[in-house]
């Protein structure tokens, strides 16, 4: 596995993303955006996690990292957290990306890798780069319904922000 150029900051806010390797899709159906969803909330933890093992009356307990946006997209996705622990953000994304490999390849029955390479990440720490990144992460939806939707000046918005407020796997 690659070793990452930047450390991360306990308290300091970071854009993470990754997409599929070749742009291809990683969420297929609903159970994939589910599952990508559930393993969100279930790796946020100091605990080692056995996933056969979690039943209704898990206690993740103290949480590594705070989650403040995220966008789900058929081939990629945006995360923006603000870590909590010494080495939380990284501890956070290697259970959460390598737990979603395996979910994907064991269903599509695939080897290889999903993930184009190490996730990418964005020091946030100024103000007006969070406003942004919270509008950014969050109108990624309206790209699914006009990829140009940015340059058309003066269109009519109302459809794609009611596309992008009723999307379902996005904060």
Known sequence: MALRKQSFAVGEYYHLYNRGTEK???????????????????????????????????????????IGVFCLMPNHFHILVRGKTENGISIYMRKLLTGYSMYFNKKYKRTGKLYEGVFKSIHTDKDTYLKYLYSYIHLNPAKLIDKDWKEKRGQNVTKLLEYVFEYPYSS
Do not use: Q
């Open 24 to 66: 291809r899709t990683i969420f297929l159906d609903e159970n994939d955006y589910r599952r990508f969803l559930f393993l969100m909330y279930i790796c946020n933890t100091k605990k080692s996690i056995e996933l056969r093992y979690i039943d209704k009356n898990f206690d993740r307990g103290e949480t590594i990292i705070d």
